[in-house]
């Protein structure tokens, strides 16, 4: 049974990510959509949420063999916090992502969009630098294309959306860029205006990256791949909202969860 | 003394309105920058963040004749539950923004735009109904204007708010308001912008309506009409934002609060 946590539900495109790649393996996902969105927020704060995330996961199951951190934003800025707190083994983003752009890029040149929080971090930079020093990083914050994908915004032809994400990728063409990180969960959803505003790049979606790493922690434990979703804000439109992340149509239920109290 | 709370820093917009009517009135301002935004959230949890507010505010100082909940989310779904709890007087948007508008509309078809949860709330609606029972509302949730100007695109040429402004008030406009309330404290910021989507349309600005209804409140115990700024995140960013809403270079200070203790 594998843990995920976000900061709200884009943390969804990781779990169809495991979904797909362990089809019988049973999941516990908790989003903070009473505190939604991390990415705007201190480090103070983002590592007092990720704590409170964590307890919450553990607390719910004692067949966790793994958490993922879905979250970009808490796997750039509270990652070595959670590690120095449990000891169950917790998967972040970054790193498997990392070493994915490392593999990839050709020219050296790897783009890194993100939240606010994620690119202040500099936690993909420092692995990339680690990885392959003379690799050229880019990294721009964007902090829109959260609320634009959760309010819906996400047609392949979403004028606003396009003129939004040509904005910010313009350094990163400008620099040549031939591997572009996806450092959010949310980004999955509009991959397509992204890859046409940046034609030729190659995409790495932190998710799966992540996703993949979860093999030596996978029990096959659920024949259904049974995923029990708990939420802080009311649980009211979950379905509509899950069923965009998991990129099917789904009759999903949450539970609310008290996060304070953790 | 005056206490003012919001969501975030949009309410510094009703700051703003209260100093140039009172330039001698003393202000405390709280800013929920830790939990922004409200207006996305359920009513349950906007309405214990607004108790919590309330409750800080009114530890600060003895001296406060009157709190102005400058947050139009909060106005809408939670002024019952701050009323009942509190014996100090509190004035939201709501009532004096829907009486300036009945006054000022000569079609009686009134427009109005905020938050999610204040457009489901129906609040307007209400009491623009009770003043003007034949009048028509048109209410249109726009829960990307809040990020879109948290993030500085305001310029009166920005085409991305352009075109979210654009969409948004489409159906207000064939609708034919001759009124627009603007229901949200962030949008006087991009006023000119959603003035020129809805040509000779009269602006209802929610913070200045709620501000004037201060007077009976104000005992001028400030010569200097000092602020004292509180904010429940990091404040470092603090004076560059505050400088926006406020619409004037200022170099000031916010002090940090752990709002969730309150």
Known sequence: MIGIFDSGLGGLTAVKEIRRLFPNEGMIYFGDTGRVPYGTRSKEIIRKYALQDMRFLISKSKELSA?????????SVALDALK??????IIGVVNPTAETAVKTTKNGIIGIIGTS????????EKRITELAPAAKTVGIPCPL???LVENGFIAPDN???????????????AA??????????????I?????AEIPGVALINSGLEAAK???????????CGDVRYFVSDNPDNFSHIASIFLEEKADIVAEKVDIENY
């Open 67 to 75: 958490v993922l951190v879905a979250c970009g934003t808490v796997s």
């Open 84 to 89: 120095d707190n449990f000891s169950i083994p």
């Open 117 to 124: 929080a994620t690119i202040k971090s500099g936690a993909y």
């Open 145 to 147: 294309l959260v609320p």
């Open 159 to 173: 004028e606003v959306t396009r003129l939004v994400v040509k904005q910010y990728l313009a350094p990163i063409k």
């Open 176 to 189: 040549g860029a031939d591997t572009l990180i996806l450092g959010c969960t949310h980004y999955p959803i």
């Open 191 to 195: 991959a397509g205006i992204i890859a």
């Open 213 to 223: 790493t979860l093999a030596p922690y996978v029990k096959n434990d659920s024949k």
